[in-house]
């Protein structure tokens, strides 16, 4: 168990519906992270939060959006949904700010788009 | 893009044996980590290595660290049918993201 929450575990919804994905980091880490994985593939990052500021960028859509919450918990909300968003979408913490240390990732949230 | 690139992609062995994958990055890095991933579950951190360091050993992994060549090589000794999982390499390019290679996908044979 790395201590990373993140609900749902499954997700299916249609295509133009919006979701939010919810993730708890590791109690004391100020550092939370989103990637997308679709099927096979490696792991898309997405964007980086550090104690509710935003901190670097990736790969993530106009679609997409995130933030992190005073609690240090984060949402990533998908919306106008297509089928191609079907994926894995995985959290991840770390106490620091910067690259210095490992990630501590979640079990995932599975979306399907039908 | 991508900035770490795993090889070779897929690799089956049978228990007992080594297992060497290697992992290419573009850009200058302040680390390289490795992640195992079981059939869609969450990664889990096996090592870190810092750019000054060349080699490290935790258990049965050997991980070495060439920045001159930009790669990076995962040694797996004396495989067993629990290794199987996919592989990853990630850097951090020396920003606050760490970037994920492609995996590779290991396959332990019993």
């Known amino acids: 168990d790395s201590g990373v929450t993140q609900t749902p575990k499954h997700l299916i919804t249609a295509t133009g519906q919006r979701v939010t994905l919810r993730c708890s980091p590791r109690?004391?880490?100020?550092?939370v992270y989103w990637y997308q994985q679709s099927l096979d593939q490696g792991l898309q990052f997405l964007i980086q939060?550090?104690?509710?500021?935003?901190?670097a960028k990736g790969n993530i859509l106009e679609r997409f959006s995130a933030q992190q919450f005073p609690d240090l918990h984060s949402e990533l909300n998908l919306s106008s949904l297509e089928l191609g968003d079907s994926a894995l979408y995985f959290c991840?913490?770390?106490?620091?700010?910067?690259?210095?240390?490992?990630?501590?990732f979640g079990e995932g949230s599975r979306l399907t788009v039908l | 893009s991508q900035q770490g690139e795993e090889d070779p992609q897929a690799l089956s062995i049978q228990e007992g044996e080594n297992a060497t994958m290697n992992c290419s990055y573009k850009?200058?890095?302040?680390?390289l980590q490795w992640y195992r991933q079981n059939s869609g579950r969450g990664l889990v951190h096996l090592i870190l290595?810092?750019?000054?360091?060349r080699e490290k050993h935790s258990g049965r992994l050997r991980v070495t660290l060439d920045t001159s060549k930009k790669s990076s090589s995962l040694l797996i000794t004396a495989s067993r049918a629990a290794d199987t999982a996919s592989y990853f390499c990630?850097?951090?390019?020396?920003?606050?993201?760490?970037?994920f290679g492609t995996g590779t996908r290991l396959k332990v044979l019993a």
């Open positions: 850009t200058s890095i302040n680390n």
């Open positions: 290595i810092r750019s000054n360091e």
């Open positions: 939060y550090y104690n509710g500021e935003e901190r």
């Open positions: 990630a850097t951090d390019a020396g920003t606050y993201k760490y970037i």
């Open positions: 991840a913490s770390s106490p620091t700010p910067a690259n210095t240390g490992e990630l501590f």
């Open positions: 109690s004391g880490d100020l550092s």
